[in-house]
């Protein structure tokens, strides 16, 4: 069974900067799409960013492009979400997830694996 775990966030001010991290605690599962989701209260889940591990390709969503950038770490199945300028509408619970099912785009959720989340709070 893969696990993920997060890390990385936390409460800053508007304009300011967090840096997320989510490691795969195993390698054995299928490698190709590792992602970011978030989902503020009362909203539904959305897709942050996606990255294509064999390759480094990506896919964001535009409300966060410019600001957030998605990356990984080539030694291990680490991601990282870089996220500057960030907004109050930037708050929510944030998720790494794994293994895209075949078949879904990167924003549809459908990833086999998926972590706890970690809490990212944008206020003054």
């Known amino acids: 069974q893969v696990q993920l775990a997060e890390s990385g966030g936390g409460s800053v001010q508007p304009g300011g900067s967090l840096r997320l991290s989510c490691t795969a605690s195993?390698?054995?599962?299928?490698?190709?799409?590792m992602a970011w989701f978030r989902q503020a209260p009362g909203k539904e889940r959305e897709g942050v960013a996606a990255?294509?591990?064999?390759?480094?390709?990506?896919y964001d969503d535009v409300s966060i492009r410019g600001r957030f950038t998605i990356s990984q770490d080539g030694a291990d199945d680490t991601i990282y979400l870089q996220m500057n300028n960030l907004k109050p509408d930037d708050t929510a619970m944030y998720y790494c997830?794994?293994?895209?099912?075949?078949?879904?785009?990167?924003?549809?959720?459908?990833?086999?694996?998926w972590g706890q989340g970690t809490q990212v709070t944008v206020s003054s």
């Open positions: 997830a794994a293994d895209l099912i075949a078949g879904n785009s990167w924003n549809s959720g459908e990833y086999n694996y």
């Open positions: 195993k390698v054995t599962y299928n490698r190709n799409w």
């Open positions: 990255l294509y591990l064999p390759s480094g390709f990506v």
